[in-house]
């Protein structure tokens, strides 16, 4: 049973940081492509960076620069890292996942997703 659970988010003044973490389990493969997305209120849905287990990273280009991935293959654990959160930030953060020798990137599609995890920055 693949499952993929966020946790990490909060409320949070402008200009802090905050590291989300997507723990990932019900895995049959040891190479994965995972990626993370967002939500803001009344907003669209759009992604943010995409890892495979290697850790070869992809980031959206509007979000370089104030978000790191990273993974923990150990574990299958993927993370968030957010700096200088500003009210914008405001949105439901959401981790994704697929299984298997694959092409990793923000385009793909992914068959798993977990229920988010809510940051609200004021």
């Known amino acids: 049973h693949v499952q993929l659970v966020e946790s990490g988010g909060c409320s949070v003044k402008a200009g802090g940081s905050l590291r989300l973490s997507c723990l990932m389990s019900g895995m049959h493969y040891t190479s994965y492509c995972a990626g993370w997305y967002r939500q803001p209120p009344g907003g669209i849905h759009e992604g943010i960076a995409a890892?495979?287990?290697?850790?070869?990273?992809q980031y959206a280009d509007s979000m370089e620069g104030r978000f790191t991935i990273s993974k923990d293959s150990a574990t299958y654990r993927v993370y968030l890292q957010i700096y200088d959160l500003n009210p914008d930030d405001t949105a439901m953060y959401s981790c994704?996942?697929?299984?298997?020798?694959?092409?990793?990137?923000?385009?793909?599609?992914?068959?798993?997703w977990g229920h988010g995890t809510q940051v609200t920055v004021s």
């Open positions: 890892i495979d287990r290697d850790g070869t990273t």
């Open positions: 994704a996942a697929k299984w298997g020798p694959t092409y990793c990137g923000l385009a793909i599609e992914f068959p798993y």
